[in-house]
């Protein structure tokens, strides 16, 4: 009796055997028809009545099949009478490993030849392309039996307690407070964004955030919808070089080389920024992305940033008279966050106010536009607000929405500087968070306003523009 047979047996014959490996087992993996035949009719049995079948109702199942031939059908049956006449099994535990092995190893072959199907298929038949290799075979290598089954809250305490002190993987800022409100930065998995009016600044926000990485030796992956790559690259060149957007065009070759240089020497980091048509990429574009800068370039990204949300496409459905934006702007999120789950990575986004949020100091979570079920999905999201008397201050105020990585009610409202020309941000002094309300800080603690005549007059009257104070 082969392996394959032994396995076959053991799903009928041994209740602990089958609970332990069947979601593991595929039929493709049985080389034999009649194999294949039997174990798809185990899996049908036990998914449907939820026991082991016997003898008889197999028997009864397969003489079902009109779709056989006289062969297929007696080797069947023979099958099943050959591994249910002794009733003896093997040992348990010894066969749940050799079936895990057997997994595997069929796993990869079917991927190697599936993949070379796709190389040699000139007339294009398949349905995936060479892209998909890299996919397919990563898939087959990570088969492998997870007996996890869920967290017992007693008798995996001491898991638990390691759990809560395991120092987590996150990508920091460069600006204090993001620091502050995200405990250390961004954490895998997780989708983070950003809320802001027209020219308020997202893009600007995201490219300094970039830049901040890239200098931090992280890998980036800047994906953009609304601008073209080198339009991105530009403001990333501003910000870098601490050069203004208009100067930077006049600068000569030669110097502008030796800065580039400069920075290849002083990161390890990549940054690699992809442009896609607005609204017609979706998250199997950006996977399909992924796979070929692991394939081409070696290179796997720490962060990705898509500018922006809502001008994504949706892998699942179309927007049309059927698809209202709540449904897929909610779809579009939940997609990047599988994309970020999938590939443990942080990603960080952006969305438009509303009409109303456009001209509204005090941006919350219902100024979102289109889909209210965006912030339902979102890890983190803060609003970006920009007034008069900010601008003069050449200061953007920040407020958080959602936090799930710390109390949102902290520090729920602080500014940071800005300088547009140079595509910057930088901390805020402390002064500048005085008066602000939910700023995190404690009476005592704030120190004295600016002197300046627009700092006496919002000490006086507690007057922030339009801010709630």
């Known amino acids: 009796m082969n392996l394959e047979q032994k396995i076959l047996k053991h799903l009928i014959l041994d209740e602990e055997y089958t609970r332990k490996t069947l979601p593991f087992i595929r039929g ?3 080389q034999e028809s009649s194999e294949k035949l039997l174990f798809t009719e185990i899996q049908s049995y036990v998914n449907k009545y939820n026991s082991m079948p016997t003898q008889e109702a197999l028997v009864i199942e397969i003489d079902k099949k009109i779709n056989l031939t006289d062969d297929q059908h007696k080797k069947t049956i023979a099958l099943v009478k050959q591994i249910t006449i002794d009733p003896e099994v093997s040992d348990t535990k010894w066969l749940i490993d050799a ?3 057997f997994c595997q190893e069929k796993a990869i072959y079917n991927g190697i030849m599936q993949s070379i199907q796709i190389l040699d298929d000139k ?16 898939d087959a290598l990570s088969v492998s039996f997870d007996n996890h089954i869920g967290h017992d809250f007693i008798d995996d305490a001491e898991t638990r307690y390691d759990f809560y002190h395991k120092v987590e993987k996150r990508i920091p800022f460069d600006l204090d407070y993001l620091n502050r409100i995200t405990k250390g930065g961004l954490a895998e998995k997780s989708l983070n964004i950003v809320l802001a009016g027209t020219g308020v600044g997202k893009s600007l926000f995201m490219c300094h955030c970039a830049a901040a990485n890239l200098t931090m030796g992280k890998n980036v992956l800047y994906i953009t919808m ?15 070089m601490n050069v203004e957007l208009d100067r930077l065009v006049g600068m000569p070759k030669e110097t502008y080389l030796r800065k580039v240089e400069s ?6 980091g990549k940054l690699i920024i992809k442009e896609y048509p607005t609204a017609s990429a979706n998250v199997n574009h950006f996977s399909h992305l992924l796979n070929e800068l692991k394939l081409k370039r070696q290179f796997i990204p720490d962060i990705i940033y898509i500018d922006y949300l809502n001008i994504c496409s949706s892998a699942r459905m179309k927007m049309g008279s059927s698809i209202n934006s ?20 942080p990603v960080v986004s952006a969305t438009q106010t509303t ?10 979570l219902e100024d979102t ?5 965006l912030p339902a999905t979102a890890d983190l999201m803060f609003a970006l607000i920009s007034t008069e008397e900010l601008a003069e201050l050449n200061q953007i105020m920040v407020k958080q929405l959602k936090n799930r990585y710390s109390d949102p009610t902290t520090n729920k409202r602080f500014v940071i500087g800005v300088d547009r020309a140079k595509m910057k941000l930088y901390d805020a002094e402390e002064s500048a968070q005085t008066n602000i309300s939910d700023s995190g800080q404690i009476e005592e603690d704030k120190p004295a306003f600016d002197k300046s005549s627009f700092g006496k007059r919002m000490q006086k009257n507690r007057d922030f523009g339009n801010l709630k104070v």
């Not at 709540?326 to 990575?345: D, F, N, P, Q």
């Open 369 to 373: 536009s289109e889909s209210f079920g």
């Open 226 to 240: 609304e601008m073209a790559e080198e339009r991105i690259a530009e403001r990333i060149d501003a910000n870098l």
């Open 123 to 138: 007339n294009k038949t398949e349905k995936l392309d060479k892209g998909s290799i890299p996919k397919i075979l990563a």
């Open 263 to 268: 920075l290849r020497e002083k990161t390890k």
């Open 355 to 364: 009409r109303s949020g456009y001209t509204n100091s005090d941006v919350g």
């Open 28 to 30: 493709e993996y049985f």
């Open 326 to 345: 709540y449904t897929y702007i909610k779809a579009i999120a939940e997609e990047l966050r599988g994309l970020a789950v999938e590939h443990k990575v």
């Open 99 to 101: 079936t895990e092995d």
